[in-house]
């Protein structure tokens, strides 16, 4: 909770990826909050307030996922909100002429898309923006499982996050002064 609100103020595109990975962490739990508050959060040295606080986050994610029929896959109405903002920015950046340097970084980004697309690496119906996350996001876990990452997979992974950095910067920029595009 701490890390996403953290991250829900700053960077908009990590924020996104947190909460995915908070949705499977759920589900290794078995959306069991015993477990999640033995397991997990006993790591975290934290007020009691703050405990509270989190614990009553962790659960209501629970929650909205069982409630959501998302127990083995999917991600929240809520995560998906972010995304459709996000796709919705992302589409008005590149219809305008005023934002060349974001073009350009999406361009760049455009093969890596359709090759992740043509090995099968994106669901049917997945957008533009979606693969990229999901790049991302399957790079982070294999990380974390301290599997070896190919060059060109780094390359485009920098790539990719480079573009979702840039996009979460415009994303602030907007809500604080609507950008004139």
Request: hydrophobic share 35%; charged share 30%; with cysteine.
């Amino acid at each position: 909770m701490i890390v996403a609100e953290n991250l829900r103020s700053k960077n908009r595109a990590e924020y996104l990826i947190y909460l995915w990975q908070v949705e499977d962490l759920m589900r290794a739990y078995g959306f069991d909050m015993e477990r999640v508050r033995k397991e997990y959060l006993s790591h975290f040295q934290l007020p009691q307030d703050k405990m509270q606080a989190t614990e009553q986050w962790y659960s209501d994610i629970c929650q909205m996922m069982l409630e959501e029929g998302l127990r083995e896959k999917g991600h929240l109405q809520i995560n998906r909100n972010i995304l459709a903002e996000l796709e919705e920015l992302h589409n008005r950046l590149l219809a305008s002429s005023k934002f060349p340097y974001y073009s350009q970084m999406y361009y760049k980004v455009l093969p890596y898309i359709v090759e992740i697309r043509s090995k099968g690496g994106a669901d049917d119906g997945c957008s533009e923006l979606e693969t990229c996350f999901n790049t991302l996001y399957g790079t982070l876990l294999l990380r974390l499982q301290h599997k070896d990452i190919s060059e060109d997979t780094q390359k485009a992974t920098r790539d990719i996050s480079t573009l979702l950095g840039q996009l979460s910067d415009y994303y602030f920029k907007d809500k604080q002064e609507p950008l004139d595009l």
